[in-house]
Every structure is written in structure tokens, then in C-alpha cells.
């Protein structure tokens, strides 16, 4: 079937099966900075933005997004850049195979929450494991970005 | 000789990682982003039951499947024992796995394999496969697997490279003992003795990118294999071994890797990747799911360890004695090497006893295999002797702090136990050049404010913080065993090409050899262009395990920028028609009295105008002792009285890993094992049924820390040179790993007067606990 969806502000028409998961679309059509680590919605490696809000696009239907807008992290370039900048002050970067994720959904905390308290930020962002990171270093990274202008 | 840190630009300074920024971006290309487009999709059958013996498979209607290129069983693969363990040559686990068997040994063990067209087809025709099978009765329960009459390795063509004491016939995959001195004449001397005995449990690697591989023919028809592997060139020689191809048919690539601890050092799919493109000629790939790596790839060995300790009234430790029974699951991957190091890195730290004595058996079980995990028998060993200490101090009325103090090993020291245990063969005698564990010890305290909080602070009528500790080693690399090597091209311009096998697993390495070879070379980072680990193109590194990069790869890079430096100095001496050692090089522009010439100019006449050629050197290196690093751990836990519930409100560590090349990311190797050793201590419960189903087989079911969980972490590191460490350090890798379990425990008694045994501590073991105390 063919849905039509807008990718990074671009109105793209992809064939998909009905049962098709939006990472498997996105991967299967060279979009390899999706990252899938458990396929179950459980680990957050395959975050992205739909309409703004983070998701995990390993448990969304392609077929379901007919006509929405979608980012992944080609769209928010300049804003990952400060993230791993931040990143990389803190230490907090190893692996970077969950950092994809966290990128967005950290974009994500900044355009929805003004100002949020240690609890918010840690409420928003339990859903993305990273496996080698102290992740107290994660959290004042993302600290720091948060208070970037 | 010891070089001044202060004059150091590079290395010890602060440096991004080299793909911190790209990774972020996502640009960063993983195994499964370079499979082929068309490539065949893998997946494998596996046996729902815990023991049995395959009877008859029957793969016709699979095979007749639209769009299933291959299905294999044991009948269509090489019948070659090896070990997948990824070690080097000879192996010290045991050669006990087939490809494929007609045997299956654990619930998620192969039966099967199929390559179709794409991951449905490949899933429908896993359905087709009738296997009837023989079950037989597994051994779950790992106390009884000696000599059980369910014998699980009862196949011949099994074998151990050099003796390991493997005896498969009695279920045991390997065996060891050691002493030196007296044990029980020592005990039966002593004032005070304690006998405690801990288990440990079957933690996951949970690393975020599962196993990966993917495998094409290349022009030459040589085969080319993409994997998420720690261990390049040991899999190119096993599989070459293995499947009967030479060695130059192989090449193996590795690319970005997604955190891997050490369950990444051995094989799970290449082999299955490498026999389908070498029987279709088609290109194909296996990415393992989150499900098959919990059940199908390996665990920590879970343990039982029984310390008994001796000291005298007044704190003085006379004699350790270690016995230890080890669970290596159905296959005996990293047997023996991890059991030792239950011994060897752990009970060195108290190098003042006049006996010591370690041994025990590793058993083979039906459950899924172990293998080799960050800081592998060291955080078991240390759990049980660290939780031992503390309770004889109790017993001796001392704080813990000082029989640590009194007792551990000081610099300039050594150990016996060094030059009689090495990993799987016998040891090497060294002396402590480098030890601030001292230093390490009193700082910690100071930063925890232990003299005012130890043991316990009430903070209401249902709510006290416990205060507990450890202390912990390591080791860097196995000395005349771990070999890397670097290779450096200078380009017009003045940039080097660095390649080194050295394996980059999201740890960093490529930075700090960028940062080793910079700083000798007096340039910046962006002038060193690292690329690790392509068995083609790069030269040989024993890979990323055992603590191995920063000493033995960041030796290798920095005796091959020392030889560079010399090399440049020497010709452009010659060019300037000097004596090479009245020519000063300071990066950039060679100097001799009056004369000079930038080293822009003489590379772009070198490889177009005068004395034509290409400047490069290679270097490798090897240990010849294993310098350990030290910590000292502390934590502040506050414990609900009324539920058992804690939190860890306060790690606090402080290192000793000689210079650190680069401090923000030695401090995320530290607090990295830090947290993933909190899990271990606090939550990651391993849950079988009673007919060896694993249970926590996702991350719902399997609780790693998350953010919710882990609050503070203070991580410090003490002024430290290691005389033959590149730069002065010592490894980092694993160290940070090894403290949380025994530092939780300790203070959780101390919160509470509950002492937990088994691993994780959980709020039911502690409330029941607390529930006995009242009786």
C-alpha cells in the first residue's frame, strides 16, 4: 500500500505492507541512522519525532501516519551537533548507538517543557536505556543544553 | 622515566571523542547499516528444550518455501569442534561446540538454520522445520551438575587445547587449585575466622545494539564479513580454522560497534553467515534479536563462592581461603580464564596473609552459556571477599576503613599469587610501580564524610542511610599473551594515517590513540586520521577484552610515534645536512642552528620531488607484567524500613588507572561499570522456570538502571604514573565494574543489620531479612 508522509518537512510516498513498522520503512529505504535495539518498544534506540512528539517508531505503523510529519535526526542536525557537544564535556558519550534517540528526545524535552525540574527531565527521557554511559553524566549534559539560548 | 603531566598537551587534557559528534548525527555506520541491499536474511531454529537429543529434522517442506535460498542442520555443516569464546591461540576454554549439533544443550541452543529472501519467509520457513526430538533430563540447578548422571557433554570429538581440567564425563568444563602456604594452620592460628559463602548471578550484557554479522564475496570470491565483534583477527583465525579456509580468504571488518562488555569478544552469527554466502554465493545477514541475545548469546557465570578469612585481634589478616563452583552453562566458553580471575584479581589485594589458597571446579549446566563479561570473575570475587572483610571487621570491633588500611597492598609490593595465576596458564611476578590505593582509600572517605556517617544515619523513624565499601584491582592486558599493534603513514601535508587493530567498541580507543600519537608527535588530533580494525588493512591487535587497549594498543601506538619521531628527525638531519641529534622538532618546523625546514615541505617532496618515498612505521607491543588499577568505592543507600526499598544516593569513587589519556572519557569507563555494576547489585534478576525457560528475556522482564534509578556519582582519580604505561597510565576498562555488589551489600547492612547473600540484593531478600531480625 502507499502511504504518504511528510519526512523532515519533505512529502515523501513510500509502498509499504500493512504490517510494516515505520523504523523498517525508514531503514529499508537507506535511512540507517534509525537504530533498532529491542524491536519491542522497550529500549528507545528507535526514537523519533512524530507531529513533535517522540516515539518509538519500531511500534508505529507505517500505515498510520498517512499525511503527518515525521523527523528524524537529518532534520535536527545543528541542534544534535550542540547535543554531543554537551555530550562530550560531560564524558557521557561512548557507543553512540542509543545517542540517535536521545538526541531527539532531548530536542523533544526542549520545545515542550520550559524549564524543567530533575524529576521532569528524568521522567522524559527513563524510556531510552543506554547500556555503557554513568548516565548521571547524560543528565547534566542534557542540563546544560537545556539552558543553551 | 616518568614524563612531567604538566607538560603534556594532549594526552590528560581534555578531548572529544573523535566520533562523539557524527554518532549524534547518526551518522555513524553500525554492522547491520553496511549489510548488502539484497542481502539473504538468517534466522535460526532453536530448541524449545533445556536437554535432548535431536532424533530426526525434516526440512523438505522448508526448503520447497518461495523464497528460501538455504536451511541447514548439523547433517550439511562441518563437524569441527571449536570454542566461540574468541580467545587467542591455543584457547584456554574448552573446544565443546559444533556449528551445529545433533545434541541441543539449552532452551535457545541452534537446531537450525534458514537464509530466504527476507525476515518473514525466513520466519515462516523456521515453522516448516519437524524436529522430533529425544528430550533428556537437564541439569538446572548448578550445585549438583558434578558427576549428575545426566552427562551434558557426552559427544566425542570434544577436546581442551592444554590441560584446563576439563572432564566432561563429570560435567566439569575446567578445574583449578593453588596455594601458597598453610591454609588451615594458618586458620587454626588465628584469633578470629569467618566463613561466609555468596552467590552471584547470570547478569546480561544488555549492550544496545545486538549481535550483528553480515557476509558478501568480494571480486576475488574472498569472503568479507561485517560484524559487531571485540575481536577482529581471532575470528578471522577461527573461522578460517574452523570451516577449512585459509586465512587469506577471510577479511573481517569492524565498524562501529554498539557497546559490547565482553559478550561481543566471541562468535554468535559470522559462522552462520559465512557458510550461507559461501553455499549460495549470495550475500546475507544475521541480526540477532533482543530476545535471542538474552537467551541465545551469554551471561556472566553465576557462582558460589565460599571465603573463609583469618586475622589476628589486632586486624592483622593471616590467611584467605577461596573455594569456588562456577556455572559455565551448556558450552564452557571463557571457563577456566574467568574462574581464575576469581582468585587472581581479587585476593592480591590483601598481599600481608602467610597463607592463601584458591581452587574449586566450573560445571557445565543446561542453561544458556557464559561467557566473557566486563570485569569477569573479579566482581564475583570481589562481592564475596569485600562483603567477608566487612564482617570481620565487625567481628574484630575495627572499622572497616582500617582493616582495608591495615591490610591491602601498598606501591613498591607484591603478591605471590601474581607469578602463580595468569588467565588459563601460570602468572608473572610483579612489583606494584604504581599504587595510590592508600590515596584512593582516604579520599573516598573524605568525599562520603565516612568518619561522621559510617555505619548508619536515621533520617526518620522508617528511613536510615546506610554508608559501605570496598576496594577493588584489575589488571592491564595478559602479559606475553595480549599483543596490538599500530601503523603510522605520514601524508603530504604533515597528517598521519594511524592504523591500529585495536578494537573500538564505543570505549574510545581510537581518541586516545589519536591523543598518544598527537602528543608525541607534537601535533592536534585533527592532524591523526585512526582507523581501527579491518584484518586487511590493519595491522594485528589481540582485540578489546582483559583490560587490553590503553596499555597494550596505547603502548603499540606510542613506541610507533616514538620510532615516526626519530625517522622524521633523522632524515630531515640529512636534508639539512646535520647530525640528527642537534635537530629539534616541534611539530611542525625542524631546527638546526640557523637552519630549518617545515615538515609541510619535506612531506610533499618526499612523495613528489627529492628522496622520493613513503615515511611509515609499524610497532607491537606486548606486556611483560600486567600493572593493576585500584579503587576504592563508597556509597550512601537510604533504606525503607518498612518496605526493604533503597536508593543509591551516593557512589563515590575514587581511581587509581596511572595518567588518565583521556579523563572525561576514563570517567565514563568508570562510571559506566559503576552503574552496570549497580545493576548487577541491585536489579538485574535472572529468572528461569522450572524447565530452564529463561524468564527475563527482555528489558521489561530484565531491569537494567535506567535514570529514574541512578542519581550520584562522584568519580575521582588519584595522581598516578605507571613507568610502562604509554604516558604513564594503566587500564580503565573494567575496573569500575567491580565494587558495586559487595560496596551495596555492606551498606545495607549497615542500614539495616541484614546481610544479603545472593545476588541482586532485593528489597524482598531485605525485607525478609528485617522481618528475621525481629524474631
Same mark, same amino acid.
Given at each position: ?6 519526512? *523532515?518537512? @519533505?512529502?515523501?510516498s513510500?509502498?509499504?505492507r500493512p ?5 523498517? @520503512? ?12 529491542? *524491536? ?6 528507535? @526514537? ?23 523527523? @528524524?535526526?537529518?532534520g ?22 542509543? *545517542? ?21 527531565? *528524568? ?16 543528565l ?10 | #622515566?616518568?614524563i ?26 553500525? %554492522? ?34 518461495n ?27 574448552p ?5 551445529l ?11 537450525a ?35 549428575n ?33 598453610? &591454609? ?15 552467590? %552471584? ?26 560484524s ?13 580454522? +574452523? ?15 554498539g ?47 565460599? #571465603? ?12 584467605i ?16 580464564t574467568v ?25 557445565? +549446566? ?19 571477599l ?15 576503613k ?66 559501605? #565499601? ?10 606475553? #599473551? ?11 601535508g ?40 579491518? +584484518? ?13 587497549? %590503553? ?16 625517522r ?30 617545515s615538515?609541510?615541505?619535506l ?44 536508593e ?7 581511581t ?13 569507563? &568508570? ?42 556519582? %562522584? ?50 531478600k ?10
Open positions: 500500500m502507499l502511504v504518504k508522509f511528510y519526512l *523532515n518537512d @519533505t512529502l515523501v513510500y509502498d509499504v504490517d510494516e513498522y515505520l523504523s523498517e @520503512t525508514l531503514r529499508s529505504h537507506g535511512i540507517k541512522s534509525v537504530k533498532v535495539g529491542c *524491536n519491542e518498544s522497550t529500549c528507545g534506540s528507535c @526514537t523519533l519525532l512524530l507531529e513533535g512528539k517522540p516515539v518509538m517508531s519500531c511500534s508505529v505503523l507505517t500505515a498510520s501516519i498517512e499525511n503527518k510529519h515525521v523527523t @528524524t535526526i537529518e535536527i542536525q545543528e541542534e544534535a551537533a550542540k547535543i554531543a557537544y554537551h555530550f562530550a564535556e560531560e564524558g557521557a558519550d561512548q557507543c553512540g548507538f542509543c *545517542n540517535v534517540g536521545y538526541a531527539l528526545v532531548v530536542y523533544a524535552l526542549k520545545k515542550n517543557i520550559k524549564n524543567p525540574t530533575d524529576e521532569q527531565i *528524568n521522567d522524559y527521557i527513563v524510556g531510552n536505556l543506554c547500556r555503557c554511559s554513568g548516565l548521571h553524566s547524560q547534566k549534559a542534557i542540563k546544560a543544553y537545556l539552558k543553551e539560548e | #622515566m616518568a612531567d603531566k604538566k607538560n603534556m598537551k594532549v594526552v590528560n587534557n581534555k578531548t572529544h571523542s573523535l566520533d562523539g559528534k557524527a554518532l549524534m548525527q547518526g551518522k555513524g555506520k553500525y %554492522t547491520d547499516d553496511l549489510a548488502e541491499q539484497n542481502s539473504l536474511v538468517i534466522k535460526i531454529l532453536r530448541s524449545p528444550h533445556a536437554f535432548a537429543h535431536i532424533k530426526s529434522i525434516d526440512v523438505s517442506e522448508a526448503q520447497k518455501l523464497g528460501v535460498a538455504l536451511v541447514l542442520t548439523y547433517k550439511d555443516v562441518p563437524h569441527v569442534s571449536f570454542s566461540r569464546a574468541g580467545q587467542g591461540y591455543p584457547e584456554p576454554s573446544h565443546d561446540k559444533f556449528i549439533d545433533e545434541y541441543v544443550r539449552y532452551v535457545g541452543d541452534e537446531v538454520m534458514v537464509a530466504a529472501i527476507d525476515e518473514r519467509v525466513a520466519e515462516d520457513a523456521l515453522k516448516l522445520i519437524k524436529v522430533e526430538y529425544e528430550v533428556l533430563e537437564p541439569v538446572l540447578d548448578f550445585e549438583t551438575a558434578y558427576e548422571k545426566s552427562v551434558i557433554h557426552p559427544e566425542d570429538g570434544i577436546k581442551e587445547m592444554f590441560p584446563i581440567g576439563f572432564d566432561p564425563k563429570k560435567n566439569v568444563a575446567a578445574s583449578y587449585e593453588m596455594h601458597v602456604g598453610d &591454609v588451615e594452620k594458618e586458620l587454626a592460628k588465628s584469633d578470629v575466622v569467618v566463613d561466609e559463602t555468596f552467590y %552471584t548471578q547470570a547478569q546480561a550484557h544488555a549492550m544496545l545494539e545486538t549481535h550483528s554479522s553480515n557476509a558478501r564475496l568480494d571480486m576475488h570470491n574472498r569472503l568479507v564479513i561485517y559487531s565483534t571485540q575481536t577482529p583477527f581471532h575470528m578471522r583465525r577461527i573461522m578460517a580454522t +574452523t570451516l577449512g579456509l585459509p586465512v587469506s580468504k577471510i577479511r573481517f571488518i569492524k565498524p562501529r560497534v557497546g559490547g562488555f565482553g559478550g561481543k569478544q566471541a562468535f554468535h552469527g559470522e559462522m552462520f553467515c559465512a557458510l550461507t554466502t559461501l553455499k549460495t554465493g549470495l550475500p546475507s545477514k544475521l541480526v540477532y534479536t533482543r530476545e535471542e541475545v538474552f537467551g541465545a548469546s551469554y551471561t556472566r557465570h553465576p557462582m558460589r563462592i565460599q #571465603m573463609r578469612i583469618g586475622a589476628m585481634k589486632d586486624g592483622r589478616i593471616n590467611a581461603d577461596c573455594r569456588s563452583l562456577s556455572d559455565t552453562g551448556a558450552y564452557g566458553e571463557h571457563a577456566l574462574f581464575m580471575i576469581v582468585g587472581s584479581k581479587v585476593l592480591p589485594l590483601y598481599n600481608k596473609v602467610d597463607a592463601v589458597r584458591f581452587g574449586g571446579r566450573v560445571v557445565y +549446566t543446561n542453561h544458556v552459556p557464559a561467557g566473557a563479561y566486563r570485569g569477569y570473575g573479579a566482581i564475583q570475587g570481589n562481592y564475596a569485600e562483603s567477608t572483610i566487612d564482617i570481620l571487621a565487625e567481628k574484630l570491633g575495627m572499622d572497616p582500617e582493616i582495608r588500611e591495615k591490610n591491602s597492598m601498598k606501591e613498591k609490593e607484591t603478591s605471590p599469587i601474581f607469578e602463580i595465576m595468569g588467565e588459563g596458564t601460570k602468572g608473572t611476578a610483579m612489583i606494584m610501580e604504581s599504587c595510590k590505593l592508600p590515596y584512593c582509600i582516604k579520599r573516598g572517605a573524605e568525599l562520603i564524610n565516612w568518619n561522621k556517617n559510617w555505619p548508619r544515619v536515621k533520617v526518620s523513624d522508617t528511613k536510615v542511610r546506610g554508608y559501605g #565499601m570496598a576496594i577493588a584491582m584489575q589488571g592491564s592486558g595478559i602479559p606475553f #599473551m595480549d599483543m596490538g599493534s599500530c601503523s603510522i603513514k605520514l601524508n603530504d604533515g597528517s598521519y594515517n594511524v592504523t591500529v587493530g585495536a578494537t573500538d567498541i564505543g570505549q574510545g580507543s581510537d581518541t586516545l590513540i589519536a591523543q598518544i600519537v598527537a602528543e608525541e608527535l607534537q601535533t592536534s588530533v585533527d592532524n591523526i586520521l585512526v582507523y581501527s580494525s579491518d +584484518t586487511d588493512l590493519t595491522p594485528f591487535d589481540c582485540g578489546a577484552y582483559a583490560s587490553s587497549t %590503553t596499555y597494550i594498543s596505547g603502548n603499540a601506538a606510542w613506541r610507533a610515534a616514538i620510532k615516526m619521531r626519530e622524521l628527525i633523522k632524515e630531515a638531519a640529512e636534508y639539512l645536512g646535520e647530525k640528527p641529534e642537534n635537530v629539534e622538532f616541534d611539530g611542525k618546523i625542524f631546527t638546526s642552528k640557523d637552519k630549518t625546514v615538515l609541510y615541505d612531506s610533499v617532496q618526499w612523495l613528489y620531488n627529492k628522496n622520493l618515498h613513503q615515511a611509515s612505521v609499524t610497532e607491537s607491543y606486548f606486556g611483560h607484567v600486567s600493572p593493576p588499577p585500584f579503587m576504592a568505592a563508597y556509597a550512601e543507600v537510604e533504606v525503607d524500613l518498612e518496605t526493604g526499598e533503597y543509591v544516593l551516593n557512589y563515590v569513587t575514587v587509581d588507572c596511572g595518567t588518565t589519556i583521556n579523563p572525561m572519557l576514563a570517567r565514563g569507563q &568508570v562510571e559506566g561499570g559503576i552503574v552496570q555494576g549497580l545493576g548487577m547489585a541491585c536489579y538485574e534478576d535472572v529468572k528461569y522456570d522450572k524447565k530452564g525457560n529463561l524468564l527475563s528475556n527482555n528489558f521489561l522482564s530484565y531491569h537494567i538502571p535506567t535514570h529514574k534509578e541512578i542519581h550520584k556519582l %562522584t568519580s575521582e582519580f588519584a595522581d598516578s604514573y605507571e613507568p610502562t604505561g604509554p604516558f604513564g597510565a594503566k587500564s580503565v576498562g573494567e575496573i569500575g565494574i567491580d565494587t558495586p555488589p559487595a560496596v551495596i551489600c555492606n551498606a545495607i547492612y549497615n542500614a539495616t543489620g541484614v546481610r544479603v547473600h545472593t545476588l541482586p540484593i532485593t528489597p524482598e531485605i525485607l525478609k531479612g528485617l522481618k528475621e531480625l525481629k524474631k
